[in-house]
């Protein structure tokens, strides 16, 4: 991971629209291309996938969206008006799908499995699909109050939505990193009893602030969750930690061998034999009640990833999923976001803000969990 100079995006359809980015963030879906996903990576892709700014220039078809305009950019890019996207499916545009390799919308900065569209930790984005795809926002509330609509906000969102925890429920969320965090939040203001399972202390103090009932990593953890669910456990689950789970050591190992071989066999062993570190979702399954459902936010690349598909059947375990549909939630999430009472807590989850030449060195900090990192943002302004 380096920090370089590269050409000035440019306008190449009718319907694109030039940002320049005043925030943009590390997500931990980065974190899988810094690592899990770098056969897939060619030297000089640009990454990035939450990002927002000011709209610079338009392409000669866009109309909704204006210069001067300030925009959130979403991770998914989708065009609006496909069979898709007309039913919320905006992760599965029909319109920028990478049919080459078998995958649903086009995304910013996340490799040859996504369209390798150049991302958002940069000065400047090309943002095709413009008209539709960029949310306008206000201009006189913080950015940190507007960055997280373009991927974690709405993705915690989706996934509590999935999770379809009945009123006056109960939810575990697995994980508190800013996903993680957002959905623990998400489930409190809903009204639910959170419970969330996390083995960094900053992160469950993060968590406690706003209401939801947390624990370390251990056996004893679950126990407890149960205990306070009449023995049953929680209604639904969120697997909020995705295919790098902790205590997953032969998965682990197995990431290590295809991250270090070259480029097309790598590519091959992940599409034929790769495996996710599962511990979180085997511990997710085991968590919830008989009839309850587990949502994963999470993300997950494997192909052969193994289920214990007995218990799942036996215990009527519902089990929903997917990229989140940006655009759907978004009329949902302004108004909580813009609220002067932030609701959601969007102003306490950035730990650190740095100038964008010190990216390299925070994707290390990030994934590394140092220095109480929780959700790092990136200024292209400051120097």
């Not at 989850?349 to 390299?360: C, D, F, K």
Request: glycine share 12%.
């Amino acid at each position: 991971m380096s920090v370089q100079d590269v050409p000035d995006p440019q306008l190449q359809d009718a319907g694109d629209a030039i940002v320049r980015i005043t925030s943009t963030a590390i997500c931990g879906s980065d974190l899988h291309l810094y690592e899990v996903l770098g056969p897939y990576m060619t030297a000089g892709d640009v990454l990035g996938h939450e990002s927002m700014g000011i709209v610079e220039q338009i392409g000669s078809g866009v109309s909704r969206v204006q210069v001067g305009d300030r925009v959130v950019v979403p991770f998914n890019i989708s065009c609006g008006h496909c069979w898709m996207c007309s039913r919320g499916l905006q992760s599965q545009c029909e319109t920028t799908q990478v049919t080459e390799q078998g995958s649903g919308a086009s995304l910013f900065g996340f490799s040859k499995l996504y369209g390798q569209v150049p991302g958002g930790q940069a000065e400047q984005l090309r943002v095709p699909h413009a008209d539709y795809g960029l949310i306008t926002v206000g201009k006189d509330l913080p950015d940190e109050r507007y960055l997280f609509l373009s991927d974690i906000l709405p993705t915690a969102w989706q996934g509590v939505k999935y999770a379809d925890v009945p009123e006056g429920g109960s939810l575990a969320v697995m994980g508190l990193g800013p996903v993680g965090q957002f959905a623990a939040r998400i489930g409190v203001h809903l009204g639910n009893r959170v419970f969330a399972i996390d083995p960094v202390p900053e992160r469950r103090a993060m968590a406690a602030r706003h209401g939801v009932e947390v624990f370390d990593q251990t056996p004893l953890s679950v126990d407890a969750i149960r205990e306070a669910t009449d023995g049953r456990g929680p209604d639904a689950v969120v697997d909020a930690v995705g295919m790098e789970a902790h205590g997953s050591p032969v998965a682990r190992a197995a990431h290590q061998v295809v991250g270090h071989l070259p480029k097309a066999v790598g590519q091959k062993a992940m599409e034929t034999v790769g495996i996710d570190r599962l511990a979180a979702l085997h511990a997710s399954l085991d968590l919830v009640r008989r009839g309850g459902t587990v949502s994963l936010s999470g993300v997950y690349g494997g192909v052969a990833s193994p289920m214990p598909l007995l218990s799942m059947f036996d215990k009527q375990i519902q089990l929903r999923m997917g990229q989140c549909n940006v655009r759907a939630w978004t009329d949902d999430l302004l108004p909580l976001v813009e609220d002067p009472s932030d609701p959601l807590g969007v102003t306490d989850l950035v730990t650190h803000r740095l100038p964008l030449e010190e990216a390299a060195s925070a994707y290390e900090t990030f994934q590394k969990k140092h220095d109480g990192c929780i959700k790092v943002v990136l200024d292209p302004s400051r120097h």
